[in-house]
Nanobody
């Protein structure tokens, strides 16, 4: 099982992008899913998480109010709507999936079992 991201690219500051992630080969509705990112020269960091039903959502403070995580279990797809993008949002964005029960350590990379290959998002000043 490897999630597959799409929708990245180059955008000017203040613009928007929407990332998508599918998880072929496994029942998507059974997974807690999240977005992480890795800025140039930095470690991978948590962005947002959404529970299996979509009821529980958490964001990192750096994106709260600008990014929106959603999921469509019927389409086996996770989304990240990114608005008011800033140059500091430039990073490789990763989709992650966890089929184990909910954990309070949702901000840790080690809590997720499956990862996408990553997709580049570049925000120009």
């Amino acid at each position: 099982v490897q999630p597959v991201e799409s929708g990245g690219g180059l955008v000017q500051a203040g613009g928007s992008l929407k990332l998508s992630c599918t998880t072929p080969g496994r029942t998507f509705a059974d997974a807690i899913t999240a977005w992480f990112r890795q800025p140039p020269g930095k470690q991978r960091e948590f962005v947002a998480v959404i529970s299996k039903s979509g009821v529980i959502i958490y964001y990192d403070d750096s994106v709260n109010g600008r990014f929106i995580i959603t999921r469509d279990n019927a389409l086996n797809t996770l989304y990240l709507q990114m608005n008011n993008l800033k140059p500091e949002d430039t990073a490789v964005y990763y989709c992650a999936a966890r089929f184990a029960p909910w954990t309070s350590n949702y901000q840790l990379s080690s809590s997720y079992e499956y990862w996408g290959q990553g997709i580049q998002v570049t925000v120009s000043p």
